[in-house]
Protein backbone atom coordinates (compact mmCIF):
# COMPACT_ATOMS: atom_id res chain seq x y z
CA UNK A 1 0.00 0.00 0.00
CA UNK A 2 1.70 3.06 -0.97
CA UNK A 3 1.80 5.83 1.58
CA UNK A 4 -0.77 8.10 0.10
CA UNK A 5 -3.20 7.13 -2.41
CA UNK A 6 -5.08 9.38 -5.04
CA UNK A 7 -7.43 8.76 -7.71
CA UNK A 8 -5.85 9.94 -11.32
CA UNK A 9 -8.85 10.45 -12.68
CA UNK A 10 -9.18 11.79 -15.45
CA UNK A 11 -12.08 14.08 -14.01
CA UNK A 12 -14.04 16.26 -16.37
CA UNK A 13 -16.46 18.68 -15.65
CA UNK A 14 -18.65 21.60 -17.25
CA UNK A 15 -17.43 25.18 -16.54
CA UNK A 16 -18.70 26.58 -13.32
CA UNK A 17 -19.14 23.12 -11.83
CA UNK A 18 -18.02 22.41 -8.05
CA UNK A 19 -14.86 20.25 -8.20
CA UNK A 20 -14.24 17.80 -5.57
CA UNK A 21 -10.46 16.14 -5.07
CA UNK A 22 -9.46 13.63 -2.18
CA UNK A 23 -6.70 11.73 -1.46
CA UNK A 24 -6.43 8.73 1.61
CA UNK A 25 -2.90 8.44 3.54
CA UNK A 26 -1.55 5.63 5.93
CA UNK A 27 1.32 7.52 8.26
CA UNK A 28 -0.62 9.09 10.89
CA UNK A 29 2.87 10.82 11.39
CA UNK A 30 2.08 13.02 8.62
CA UNK A 31 0.54 16.44 9.73
CA UNK A 32 1.30 19.52 6.94
CA UNK A 33 -1.14 18.19 3.94
CA UNK A 34 -0.37 20.78 0.60
CA UNK A 35 -2.25 20.53 -2.88
CA UNK A 36 -0.16 21.55 -5.89
CA UNK A 37 -1.07 22.48 -9.31
CA UNK A 38 0.48 21.59 -12.24
CA UNK A 39 0.08 22.24 -15.66
CA UNK A 40 1.51 20.01 -18.75
CA UNK A 41 5.50 20.05 -18.95
CA UNK A 42 5.64 22.63 -15.67
CA UNK A 43 6.90 22.53 -11.90
CA UNK A 44 4.07 22.20 -9.48
CA UNK A 45 2.97 25.16 -7.69
CA UNK A 46 1.73 25.02 -4.35
CA UNK A 47 -2.19 26.19 -3.79
CA UNK A 48 -2.96 25.03 -0.51
CA UNK A 49 -1.23 24.25 2.95
CA UNK A 50 -3.06 23.22 5.54
CA UNK A 51 -1.55 21.97 8.87
CA UNK A 52 -3.28 19.23 11.31
CA UNK A 53 -7.18 19.37 10.83
CA UNK A 54 -9.28 21.44 9.60
CA UNK A 55 -10.61 23.61 6.68
CA UNK A 56 -8.83 26.34 5.14
CA UNK A 57 -10.37 28.56 2.42
CA UNK A 58 -8.80 31.02 -0.11
CA UNK A 59 -11.01 31.96 -2.44
CA UNK A 60 -12.75 29.50 -4.78
CA UNK A 61 -10.54 27.10 -3.36
CA UNK A 62 -10.97 24.92 -0.07
CA UNK A 63 -8.77 22.34 1.58
CA UNK A 64 -10.28 20.17 4.52
CA UNK A 65 -8.03 17.84 6.93
CA UNK A 66 -10.00 15.28 8.62
CA UNK A 67 -6.65 13.49 10.68
CA UNK A 68 -8.99 10.73 12.16
CA UNK A 69 -10.02 9.28 8.92
CA UNK A 70 -6.57 10.01 6.80
CA UNK A 71 -8.76 11.67 4.42
CA UNK A 72 -7.68 15.28 2.64
CA UNK A 73 -9.77 16.79 0.05
CA UNK A 74 -9.67 20.23 -1.83
CA UNK A 75 -12.97 21.78 -3.20
CA UNK A 76 -13.18 24.28 -6.39
CA UNK A 77 -16.25 26.32 -6.84
CA UNK A 78 -17.23 27.86 -9.63
CA UNK A 79 -14.24 26.16 -11.73
CA UNK A 80 -12.65 28.08 -14.82
CA UNK A 81 -11.28 26.10 -17.97
CA UNK A 82 -7.75 27.79 -16.43
CA UNK A 83 -8.19 25.36 -13.63
CA UNK A 84 -7.35 22.47 -16.36
CA UNK A 85 -4.52 21.13 -14.81
CA UNK A 86 -2.92 18.20 -13.08
CA UNK A 87 -3.62 18.32 -8.85
CA UNK A 88 -1.30 16.76 -6.75
CA UNK A 89 -1.64 16.10 -3.17
CA UNK A 90 1.42 16.10 -1.07
CA UNK A 91 1.90 15.67 2.60
CA UNK A 92 4.65 15.69 5.03
CA UNK A 93 5.47 15.32 9.36
CA UNK A 94 7.44 18.93 9.55
CA UNK A 95 6.10 21.24 6.66
CA UNK A 96 7.72 22.14 3.74
CA UNK A 97 10.93 22.30 4.86
CA UNK A 98 11.18 18.53 5.03
CA UNK A 99 10.76 15.94 1.97
CA UNK A 100 6.90 16.29 0.46
CA UNK A 101 5.00 12.58 -0.13
CA UNK A 102 3.16 12.97 -2.88
CA UNK A 103 0.12 11.46 -4.69
CA UNK A 104 -0.06 10.32 -8.35
CA UNK A 105 -2.06 13.22 -9.51
CA UNK A 106 -5.98 13.85 -10.41
CA UNK A 107 -6.19 15.39 -14.16
CA UNK A 108 -8.79 17.95 -14.04
CA UNK A 109 -10.26 19.54 -17.40
CA UNK A 110 -12.90 22.09 -16.91
CA UNK A 111 -14.76 22.71 -20.64
CA UNK A 112 -16.34 25.92 -21.22
CA UNK B 1 15.49 36.63 -8.35
CA UNK B 2 12.74 34.81 -10.73
CA UNK B 3 12.94 31.37 -8.26
CA UNK B 4 14.15 28.13 -8.73
CA UNK B 5 15.69 27.86 -12.37
CA UNK B 6 16.81 23.96 -13.59
CA UNK B 7 19.17 23.86 -16.66
CA UNK B 8 18.86 22.05 -19.27
CA UNK B 9 14.90 22.04 -19.81
CA UNK B 10 15.13 19.16 -21.98
CA UNK B 11 17.83 16.48 -22.38
CA UNK B 12 17.90 13.34 -24.94
CA UNK B 13 20.76 11.09 -24.60
CA UNK B 14 21.55 7.70 -25.55
CA UNK B 15 21.41 4.55 -23.42
CA UNK B 16 24.91 4.18 -21.15
CA UNK B 17 25.58 7.83 -21.68
CA UNK B 18 26.24 10.19 -18.86
CA UNK B 19 23.80 12.76 -17.72
CA UNK B 20 24.27 16.31 -16.28
CA UNK B 21 21.81 18.55 -14.46
CA UNK B 22 21.27 21.82 -13.16
CA UNK B 23 19.77 23.41 -10.49
CA UNK B 24 20.01 26.97 -9.04
CA UNK B 25 17.55 27.71 -6.05
CA UNK B 26 16.38 30.91 -4.54
CA UNK B 27 19.26 32.11 -3.37
CA UNK B 28 18.53 32.40 0.60
CA UNK B 29 16.97 29.12 0.54
CA UNK B 30 19.24 26.67 2.20
CA UNK B 31 17.16 23.38 1.64
CA UNK B 32 17.54 21.69 -2.08
CA UNK B 33 15.39 18.88 -2.87
CA UNK B 34 15.49 16.35 -5.90
CA UNK B 35 12.51 14.68 -7.01
CA UNK B 36 11.75 12.54 -10.10
CA UNK B 37 8.50 12.17 -11.78
CA UNK B 38 7.65 9.86 -14.25
CA UNK B 39 4.54 10.14 -16.84
CA UNK B 40 1.05 9.50 -14.74
CA UNK B 41 2.91 9.28 -11.49
CA UNK B 42 3.43 12.08 -8.77
CA UNK B 43 6.76 13.29 -7.63
CA UNK B 44 9.12 11.02 -5.84
CA UNK B 45 11.82 12.20 -3.36
CA UNK B 46 15.65 11.35 -4.55
CA UNK B 47 17.84 13.33 -1.50
CA UNK B 48 17.75 16.72 -0.32
CA UNK B 49 20.48 19.31 1.04
CA UNK B 50 20.77 21.65 3.66
CA UNK B 51 23.46 23.96 2.83
CA UNK B 52 26.42 21.92 1.30
CA UNK B 53 25.22 19.06 3.48
CA UNK B 54 23.36 15.94 1.70
CA UNK B 55 20.99 14.70 4.89
CA UNK B 56 18.94 12.09 3.13
CA UNK B 57 19.18 9.93 0.16
CA UNK B 58 16.29 7.81 -0.99
CA UNK B 59 16.57 4.27 -1.98
CA UNK B 60 15.46 5.32 -5.43
CA UNK B 61 18.72 6.62 -5.80
CA UNK B 62 21.00 3.81 -7.19
CA UNK B 63 24.91 4.19 -7.44
CA UNK B 64 24.27 5.47 -10.86
CA UNK B 65 23.43 8.62 -8.85
CA UNK B 66 25.10 11.27 -7.54
CA UNK B 67 23.78 15.23 -6.35
CA UNK B 68 26.35 17.23 -5.29
CA UNK B 69 25.53 20.85 -3.93
CA UNK B 70 29.37 22.69 -3.13
CA UNK B 71 29.38 25.69 -0.88
CA UNK B 72 25.81 25.59 -0.37
CA UNK B 73 24.27 27.35 -3.53
CA UNK B 74 23.63 25.86 -6.72
CA UNK B 75 23.18 21.35 -7.11
CA UNK B 76 24.29 18.67 -9.75
CA UNK B 77 22.42 15.78 -10.37
CA UNK B 78 24.51 13.28 -12.32
CA UNK B 79 23.45 10.24 -13.52
CA UNK B 80 26.00 7.62 -14.97
CA UNK B 81 25.85 4.58 -17.78
CA UNK B 82 21.56 5.85 -18.25
CA UNK B 83 19.40 2.99 -18.72
CA UNK B 84 15.60 3.92 -20.08
CA UNK B 85 14.08 3.36 -17.17
CA UNK B 86 16.04 7.02 -15.79
CA UNK B 87 13.85 8.45 -18.61
CA UNK B 88 11.73 10.87 -16.26
CA UNK B 89 11.04 15.07 -15.33
CA UNK B 90 13.92 15.83 -12.56
CA UNK B 91 12.06 18.19 -10.90
CA UNK B 92 14.12 20.41 -7.93
CA UNK B 93 12.79 22.23 -5.07
CA UNK B 94 14.01 24.50 -2.63
CA UNK B 95 12.76 25.88 0.85
CA UNK B 96 13.94 27.63 3.85
CA UNK B 97 14.39 25.48 7.01
CA UNK B 98 12.94 27.07 10.17
CA UNK B 99 10.53 25.92 12.51
CA UNK B 100 7.09 27.74 10.90
CA UNK B 101 5.46 26.71 8.24
CA UNK B 102 8.15 27.05 5.00
CA UNK B 103 6.70 26.28 1.35
CA UNK B 104 8.50 24.63 -0.99
CA UNK B 105 9.24 26.01 -4.27
CA UNK B 106 9.81 23.69 -7.39
CA UNK B 107 11.56 24.79 -10.93
CA UNK B 108 10.25 23.83 -13.90
CA UNK B 109 12.50 20.49 -14.20
CA UNK B 110 14.76 18.62 -16.51
CA UNK B 111 12.73 16.37 -18.54
CA UNK B 112 15.60 13.37 -19.42
CA UNK B 113 14.55 10.76 -22.63
CA UNK B 114 17.00 8.04 -22.59
CA UNK B 115 16.92 6.32 -26.45
Known amino acids: QKEVEQDPGPLSVPEGAIVSLNCTYSNSAFQYFMWYRQYSRKGPELLMYTYSSGNKEDGRFTAQVDKSSKYISLFIRDSQPSDSATYLC????????????FGKGTKLTVNP | DTGVSQDPRHKITKRGQNVTFRCDPISEHNRLYWYRQTLGQGPEFLTYFQNEAQLEKSRLLSDRFSAERPKGSFSTLEIQRTEQGDSAMYLC?????????????FGQGTRLTVV
Open chain 2, 93 to 105: ASSLASGAHTEAF
Open chain 1, 90 to 101: AMSRQGGSEKLV
